[in-house]
């Protein structure tokens, strides 16, 4: 039935399911599971949350923490919400560096002169101001650049091309991010005066994906840049025939008095509203793109799944807090989250965070503790039609910036998509609106508001099942 249904949105096309009628009325009569299926199947064809990520991308761009475009998105979300009828909805401001790009030029000079795609991490140093030119050592392998002798790289500039794997669940990048956050410092320690990486990155486009570095406390700062997928292959065939030499100049800025604003509102619970259900995406982006795969997606799933639960008379037992974290890319949102609301963790009886682009929901991890309980057959039993189904072992993360209130003792829940094509555009310029399919958010957003709904209605003990599981 659900699946003629979802074929006939398909094949209904744009207009149809664009239409914005309302379309979901659940009587009080409802059991939570006949609710949580009328929940599941508005989210289908509801568009509040694609509509929200194509206002945030088109009025607004890129939102790099600390730019004035993030404290607009910060008030764009925070009318959002109390135009759809939030309670308690605010912003708070918390304070971050500032890293913002600046003039990023890198080229061969010998043996022949050409130019290379490169990006500069978040938080690199600057190079000199006429930049640097000397040569290059190639490490197909990062393991090799950690085996490299003190003193081997002196004046030198380290370059790793090692690949990352294309896989569904994105797990290669966690594998892959020491090049990244640690590869700076690990190339000081033995004397590099800059380092280069192959982006973390499943495209084969003459795109460099950005992300954020980690200097080591005690190890000389050497500037740093992601060098495109083509580009780092046509380095490493260079580097096999013999000596190659890279002019490379970055010229980024800090500030290290800057603030962003994270954004949240709740729908009260009607009869237990002391505990919390929390769910998370963050606002901000990276500055090359428009930010709408990360995480503008996730925010459209977890504000299109609030704003339904919003509009349940009477409002479901738990209070949901939806949270838009404002500086997720530099890791300053979460910390500080947890640190503003310390008091409020012990409140928190469940969280999740959406930060894994726009596709399809195709798998769930329950909350420690949670498996064969009522709670949890009558979720998968609503999300299986959607085509998702339950791995049977427990979540353990749910995104970044929920990872401290993860580590305070809150329980989480995890709604995995498809990321098979997720790092071919992440955090490059090729973060756009139209990578967003509607179709496929939806089935997402209703996944996520039936998990939210239930974990809002349901009588289970989530702190006390994740502890009981760990003793
Ligand atoms: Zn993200
Ligand atoms: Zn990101």
């Given at each position: 039935m659900l699946r003629t249904f979802m074929t006939f949105i398909w094949a209904a096309g744009l207009s149809a399911a664009l239409a914005s009628v309302p379309m979901f009325?659940?009587?009080?009569?409802?059991?939570?599971?006949?609710?949580?299926?009328?929940?599941?199947?508005?989210?289908?064809?509801?568009?509040?949350?694609?509509?929200?990520?194509?206002?945030?991308?088109?009025?607004?761009?890129?939102?790099?923490?600390?730019?004035?475009?993030?404290?607009?998105?910060?008030?764009?979300?925070?009318?959002?919400?109390?135009?759809?009828?939030?309670?308690?909805?605010?912003?708070?401001?918390?304070?971050?560096?500032?890293?913002?790009r600046g003039r990023e030029e890198a080229e061969v000079t010998a043996p022949s002169s050409q130019r290379l795609v490169v990006a500069t991490l978040g938080?690199?140093?600057?190079?000199?101001?006429?930049?640097?030119?000397?040569?290059i050592v190639v490490f197909a392998r990062y393991s090799q650049?950690?085996?490299?002798?003190?003193?081997?790289?002196?004046?030198?500039?380290?370059?790793?091309?090692?690949?990352?794997?294309?896989?569904?669940?994105?797990?290669?990048?966690?594998?892959?991010?020491?090049?990244?956050?640690?590869?700076?410092?690990?190339?000081?320690?033995?004397?590099?005066?800059?380092?280069?990486?192959?982006?973390?990155?499943?495209?084969?486009?003459?795109?460099?994906?950005?992300?954020?570095?980690?200097?080591?406390?005690?190890v000389k700062r050497i500037p740093a840049a992601a060098l495109s997928v083509p580009d780092a292959q046509q380095l490493a065939r260079m580097a096999a025939l013999g000596k190659v030499r890279i002019r490379l100049v970055l010229t980024p800025t800090s500030d290290e008095h800057a603030q962003s604003w994270t954004v949240s509102g709740e729908v009260r619970g009607s009869e237990r509203p002391d505990?919390?259900?929390?769910?998370?995406?963050?606002?901000?982006?990276?500055?090359?793109?428009?930010?709408?795969?990360?995480d503008g997606a996730g925010v459209a799933i977890v504000l299109g799944a609030a704003n339904l639960i919003a509009?349940?008379?009477?409002?479901?037992?738990?209070?949901?807090?939806?949270?838009?974290?404002?500086?997720?890319?530099?890791?300053?949102?979460?910390?500080?989250?947890?640190?503003?609301?310390?008091?409020?963790?012990?409140?928190?009886?469940?969280?999740?965070?959406?930060?894994?682009?726009?596709?399809?929901?195709?798998?769930?991890?329950?909350?420690?503790?949670?498996?064969?309980?009522?709670?949890?057959?009558?979720?998968?039993?609503?999300?299986?039609?959607?085509?998702?189904?339950?791995?049977?072992?427990?979540?353990?993360?749910s995104g970044d910036d929920i990872a401290p209130l993860h580590d305070a003792g809150v329980p989480v829940i995890a709604l995995r998509q498809n990321g098979i094509d997720y790092f071919d555009i992440h955090h490059t310029a090729d973060d756009t609106f139209d990578k967003i399919d509607p179709q496929e958010l939806a089935q997402a957003t209703a996944a996520w508001v039936a998990a939210v709904y239930l974990a809002l209605q349901s009588e289970l003990d989530f702190r006390k099942a994740a502890k009981d599981f760990k003793n």
């Open positions: 009325e659940a009587s009080a009569q409802d059991s939570d599971t006949v609710t949580a299926q009328k929940l599941r199947d508005a989210a289908l064809t509801d568009r509040f949350g694609y509509r929200f990520v194509e206002t945030l991308t088109t009025t607004i761009g890129q939102r790099l923490a600390g730019t004035e475009a993030m404290t607009r998105a910060s008030l764009l979300a925070e009318s959002t919400l109390l135009a759809a009828g939030f309670d308690n909805v605010h912003r708070e401001s918390f304070p971050i560096t500032a890293w913002m938080g690199s140093v600057a190079t000199p101001p006429g930049g640097v030119e000397t040569e650049l950690l085996a490299a002798a003190p003193g081997s790289l002196d004046g030198k500039i380290a370059v790793v091309t090692e690949a990352m794997p294309r896989v569904m669940d994105g797990s290669s990048y966690g594998a892959a991010i020491s090049i990244r956050r640690s590869g700076p410092s690990e190339a000081a320690k033995r004397g590099a005066i800059a380092y280069l990486h192959r982006s973390l990155g499943t495209d084969d486009h003459r795109l460099a994906h950005v992300g954020a570095t980690n200097y080591l406390e005690g505990e919390i259900v929390l769910i998370g995406a963050h606002l901000d982006s990276w500055d090359l793109g428009t930010g709408a795969i990360d509009q349940l008379k009477p409002h479901a037992k738990r209070t949901l807090r939806v949270v838009l974290f404002g500086a997720e890319e530099m890791n300053y949102s979460g910390p500080a989250y947890a640190k503003m609301h310390a008091d409020d963790i012990p409140h928190i009886v469940l969280a999740g965070e959406a930060d894994f682009g726009a596709r399809r929901v195709y798998t769930f991890l329950a909350p420690a503790g949670a498996m064969n309980t009522p709670f949890l057959q009558t979720l998968a039993d609503t999300l299986n039609p959607l085509g998702i189904f339950l791995t049977r072992q427990p979540a353990t993360n």
